[in-house]
């Protein structure tokens, strides 16, 4: 019997409970964050620059420790040690410029010692399924910003991980080579039965991509709303031009700026005539 | 004309000129030969003296290559030492600097006079010149690391010696490289000063002992022909350095790239 992508059980994967974070310099950077993820969500985290919402996804990926609160990654527990596995996509592409794409994608693997065959196996099909197979032996520097975090995302899924923390990975890149970059991923989140945690401040980007929306808003960093956007799969361009996106689009604008307008508040009273 | 050709032509072409308005002046005014020697009596010198001269460019050659080895596996070992604490970088750099800072010619007496045999004598003082760069280069580089590569490194659960091959020494390497550069002429100068200051009792056979006689003798054919060859070594060992950065860094590293972008 076929069973369809995400129809397994729904485990949480990521238990955030009254997470703070106050950096040394007394910044405050996260206030009181509880966030549930189950297996085969794909959540985005949209709010404005210096929300904190890296933050959160650097303390998911135990990049970061909480100040007070805890962050815990399967607790429900029926999973072996050996399939928790996350894998991060950051801002830039991050290779390593002196090895090929092939190597740079081997990476993780040659760090946990499997062995050559398989992992170069291993690599080939993930470059496969971000459309670099033509490119392993070309040197980051050759590539395009695009292409470079094709690659960057191969090297995330060559481990075939559970969990994908990705954190603005396309806000760098122009918009025709984002919104095809939007359109492969959500096919690879339903491909892969991948549960991704997705950090971006493009209302656009977080409808057509997540199952569900964080809104977070600014200093300190709290979530305002969180948003199921209950719309089918799979989501083809055309999804874009449907009055549906639109109305999801105009929600989050709004709660945004409700966020924003908060901040914003005192002091618009305080210079009132 | 192509930039390539262009590279290697228009230094040659400048060259060529000096050499000829040296040769017109110098024979136009009718300079003795014991205060500006024409660049074609250099010449002359430099064949004439070359079994002399050759064997003194060895003997300071050696001591030069010996030096910059002994600065490249020690400056090498002190920036990783370094770069493993912050507490035993704080602590040592002062000493570091302060080695850097002291003119050799003060304290190369004091080695010759410590240390009997000339030739290690000769060899730790132009060390002791060489080793700076590759020091402060070499742990500038092992820490200019892409903080996002090193979390990448963490998040898979790599060990310390992990880091340490696959990250920060590719990261070092154009940093050692151009701390490599700056070390290899120093060793050459370290060894010719400390030569100097040896005078006739170092080896009584390197390029200043012959230097340091030829002054003496008025001699300064010889002086300039020997001079000429100090250079030339200096030029050349720069030239190896560099092509040993160039297939290092080749394909990578912004300084290597040629044009083709």
């Keep these: 019997m076929l069973t369809p992508a995400h129809a397994h059980e729904r485990s949480v994967v990521v238990s955030a409970h009254a997470v703070e974070k106050v950096f040394a310099g007394g910044v405050r950077a996260l206030r009181n964050i509880t966030l549930d993820i189950q297996n085969g969500e794909f959540v985005s985290l949209l709010g404005p620059s210096g929300c904190g919402k890296s933050t959160l996804l650097r303390m998911i990926a135990g990049l970061l420790a909480p100040t007070s609160g805890s962050v815990r990654l399967w607790p429900g527990d029926n999973i072996g040690e050996t399939d928790r596995r996350l894998a991060f996509v950051f801002q830039q592409p991050t290779l390593m410029p002196w090895t090929s794409v092939h190597g740079n994608v081997r990476l993780p693997l040659d760090l946990t010692r499997v062995a050559r065959d398989r992992a170069d196996a291993q690599v080939r099909s993930a470059l496969e399924l971000v459309g670099l197979s033509e490119f392993g032996q070309a040197y980051p520097r050759q590539l395009s910003g695009g292409m470079q975090m094709r690659a960057s995302i191969a090297r995330a899924l060559v481990t075939q991980p559970r969990l994908l923390l990705m954190d603005e990975p396309f806000g760098a890149l122009d918009e025709i080579s984002r919104g095809r970059l939007d359109s492969e991923l959500r096919e690879l989140w339903h491909r892969q039965e991948l549960t991704v945690v997705f950090v971006t401040h493009s209302i656009y980007e977080a409808v057509f991509l997540s199952t569900r929306v964080a809104v977070m808003s600014g200093r300190p960093g709290t979530i305002l709303q969180e948003l199921d956007i209950d719309e089918p799969h799979p989501r083809t361009d055309e999804f874009r031009m449907t009055e549906r996106y639109g109305a999801w689009c105009r929600r989050l604008s709004a709660l945004l700026a409700l966020g924003s307008g908060a901040e914003e508040s005192p002091r618009s009273v305080r210079h009132a005539p | ?261």
């Design chain 2, 1 to 261: 004309m192509n930039v390539r050709a262009m590279r290697y032509t228009a230094p040659a072409l400048v060259g060529l000129i000096v050499l000829v308005v040296w040769h017109a002046l110098v024979t136009g005014y009718e300079v003795p030969s014991y205060l500006v020697p024409s660049p074609l009596l250099v010449g002359r010198t430099l064949i004439q003296d070359w079994g002399l001269l050759f064997a003194s460019l060895l003997v300071t050659l050696r001591i030069a290559l010996l030096a910059l080895m002994l600065a490249v596996v020690l400056g090498v070992v002190i920036a990783f030492v370094f770069v493993q604490s912050r507490v035993i970088e704080t602590s040592l750099l002062p000493y570091a600097v302060l080695l850097q800072v002291t003119p050799i010619v003060a304290i190369a007496p004091l080695i010759i006079i410590w240390v009997k045999e000339p030739t290690p004598a000769l060899v730790i003082c132009a060390t002791i010149v060489a080793l700076f760069p590759v020091i402060s280069n070499t742990s500038i580089g092992l820490r200019s690391v892409d903080p996002n590569l090193l979390d990448l490194f963490h998040l898979n659960r790599a060990t310390r010696l992990q880091v340490l091959i696959r990250l920060r020494i590719p990261s070092a390497l154009p940093y050692f490289f151009a701390g490599l550069r700056v070390s290899g002429g120093l060793a050459l100068i370290g060894a010719v000063v400390a030569e100097f200051v040896a005078g006739t009792g170092g080896t009584a056979s390197g390029l200043a002992y012959q230097i340091l006689q030829a002054g003496l003798q008025l001699n300064i054919p010889r002086l300039f022909a020997a001079l000429f060859l100090i250079t030339a070594a200096g030029v050349a060992i720069f030239a190896v350095i560099s092509l040993a950065a160039r297939l290092a860094l080749r394909g990578w590293h912004e300084s290597e790239l040629t044009a083709e972008r």
